[in-house]
């Protein structure tokens, strides 16, 4: 997609792309848990998709946070709100990224900003290491509410297990990078 105008404003850099139909999956502007709770919001519609509809937005999800590992980024702050769906042509694309960081690094507050669906244990440690493992939950996490939570998963079981592994509480339980965990995803679905 052609970029329009990007500039620089206090704090970053700001790009403008053009117009392109679909719907955010959780709009953090709507009305508080709307997004969760109303069965016609976008995210539910989009749940109740096909689950290969699902999963190949999932694959496009990954693939692009295995580019950005692969220029040595983590996520932060990626949740659903970052997904626009166009249900006509079953496209996602991947919008209002606030921020990825150089990684590892050294969380300096008591928590990360973001939504608490989808940030890892350690983003709400002082002093805890930012890396990888960190975005391989998010990655998880982002399976997870898109294809159902425990007891209600629509994906495979192979592909609820690399779920189960890339949200492991303990860093060192999950996957050791995005490009290992998206391996693992892929070949879960063969």
């Given at each position: 997609?052609?970029?329009?105008?990007?500039?620089?404003?206090?704090?970053?850099r700001?790009?403008?792309?053009?117009?392109?139909?679909?719907?955010?999956?959780?709009?953090?502007?709507?009305?508080?848990?709307?997004?969760?709770?109303?069965?016609?919001?976008?995210?539910?519609?989009?749940?109740?998709?096909?689950?290969?509809?699902?999963?190949?937005?999932?694959?496009?999800?990954?693939?692009?946070?295995?580019?950005?590992a692969?220029?040595?980024?983590?996520?932060?702050d990626f949740y659903?709100?970052?997904?626009?769906y166009?249900?006509?042509?079953?496209?996602?694309?991947?919008?209002?990224?606030?921020?990825?960081r150089?990684?590892?690094?050294?969380?300096?507050?008591?928590?990360?900003?973001?939504?608490?669906?989808?940030?890892?244990?350690?983003?709400?440690?002082?002093?805890?290491t930012?890396?990888?493992?960190?975005t391989?939950?998010?990655?998880?996490?982002?399976?997870?509410v898109?294809?159902?939570?425990?007891?209600?998963?629509?994906?495979?079981?192979?592909?609820?297990?690399?779920?189960?592994?890339?949200t492991?509480?303990?860093?060192?339980?999950?996957?050791d990078?995005?490009?290992?965990f998206?391996?693992?995803w892929f070949?879960?679905?063969?």
């Amino acid at each position: 997609m052609p970029l329009r105008h990007a500039f620089d404003v206090p704090g970053g850099r700001a790009v403008v792309y053009p117009w392109v139909p679909g719907e955010v999956l959780n709009d953090p502007l709507g009305p508080g848990g709307r997004a969760h709770a109303a069965s016609d919001s976008a995210l539910n519609r989009f749940r109740g998709r096909p689950v290969g509809s699902i999963e190949r937005v999932l694959d496009t999800v990954i693939d692009a946070h295995v580019t950005v590992a692969e220029q040595g980024f983590v996520a932060v702050d990626f949740y659903d709100g970052c997904l626009m769906y166009d249900a006509a042509n079953e496209q996602v694309r991947l919008v209002d990224l606030d921020e990825y960081r150089p990684a590892p690094y050294v969380l300096e507050s008591d928590r990360q900003y973001g939504s608490r669906r989808f940030m890892a244990p350690e983003e709400f440690v002082r002093g805890a290491t930012i890396d990888e493992r960190t975005t391989v939950y998010t990655l998880g996490r982002t399976a997870r509410v898109l294809l159902g939570d425990a007891g209600h998963w629509r994906g495979s079981a192979a592909s609820e297990q690399v779920v189960d592994r890339a949200t492991a509480d303990d860093p060192a339980a999950r996957f050791d990078s995005v490009d290992v965990f998206a391996a693992a995803w892929f070949a879960s679905r063969v």
